[in-house]
Antibody
Framework: QVQLVESGGGVVQPGGSLRLSCAAS????????MHWVRQAPGKGLEWVAFIRLDGSHEYYADSVKGRFTISRENPKNTLYLQLNSLRPDDTAVYYC?????????????WGQGTLVIVSS | QSALTQPASVSGSPGQSITFSCTGT?????????VSWYQQYPGEAPRLMIYDVTNRPSGVSNRFSGSKSGNTASLTISGLQAEDEADYYC??????????FGGGTKLTVV
């Protein structure tokens, strides 16, 4: 079965950086696009970024463009999100999610998430 | 403020049918048949319940159904059960090449 396991969350100061990882299993990782979606405490879901199956194209929400970078290592079945210039409003649970295809569609499967807290 | 508009809360009694709405524009919900619905329990990850407006993934109860009219998509739960009490989110592809989510609707089964 599809498994997505995020890691790398933690507490970071404003202006700091963090790299999140997502280990994928149970499907052929290199044949699907992948997303990051976040959820601030007590709030709704916010799409963050998408990367095509071969890493050829990346797409970002305006709120993170220029600060966050999505990437993937297909031989390692791993998705990444580099978070730079972090702000308190970036505090959220960050979910890794699998696309149904490679078309930037609403995700099919989600990991359990990793919590990022931006605070001094 | 979310780009897709959902009512903050709805309530229903066991056995009833209940419908959630998700209103967007012709640039998202109205322009594409790429609307999905998710169920989320507190502290858990979202679960896909409906994709491409009307399709149910394997394992999802046939009590859940989806539809769309114009710029508004809908999720209907028939035969409401206590276990359906959760938050429900809609999501749509957009003409900007991004995804949007609604603000979510909290379902209370009374």
């Amino acid at each position: 079965q599809v498994q997505l396991v995020e890691s790398g969350g933690g507490v970071v100061q404003p202006g700091g950086s963090l790299r999140l990882s997502c280990a994928a299993s149970g499907f052929t990782f290199s044949t699907y696009g992948m997303h990051w979606v976040r959820q601030a405490p007590g709030k709704g879901l916010e799409w963050v970024a998408f990367i095509r199956l071969d890493g050829s194209h990346e797409y970002y929400a305006d709120s993170v463009k220029g600060r966050f970078t999505i990437s993937r290592e297909n031989p390692k079945n791993t998705l990444y999100l580099q978070l730079n210039s972090l702000r308190p409003d970036d505090t959220a649970v960050y979910y890794c999610a699998k696309d149904r295809l490679n078309h930037l569609l609403p995700p099919e499967y989600w990991g359990q998430g990793t919590l990022v807290i931006v605070s001094s | 403020q979310s780009a897709l508009t959902q009512p903050a809360s709805v309530s229903g009694s066991p056995g009833q049918s209940i419908t959630f709405s998700c209103t967007g524009t012709s640039n998202d919900v109205g322009g594409y048949n790429y609307v999905s619905w998710y169920q989320q329990y507190p502290g858990e990850a979202p679960r896909l319940m409906i994709y491409d407006v009307t399709n149910r993934p394997s394992g999802v109860s046939n009590r859940f159904s989806g539809s769309k009219s114009g710029n508004t998509a809908s999720l209907t739960i028939s035969g409401l059960q206590a276990e359906d009490e959760a938050d429900y989110y809609c999501s749509s592809y957009t003409s900007s090449g991004t995804l949007e989510f609604g603000g979510g609707t909290k379902l209370t089964v009374v």
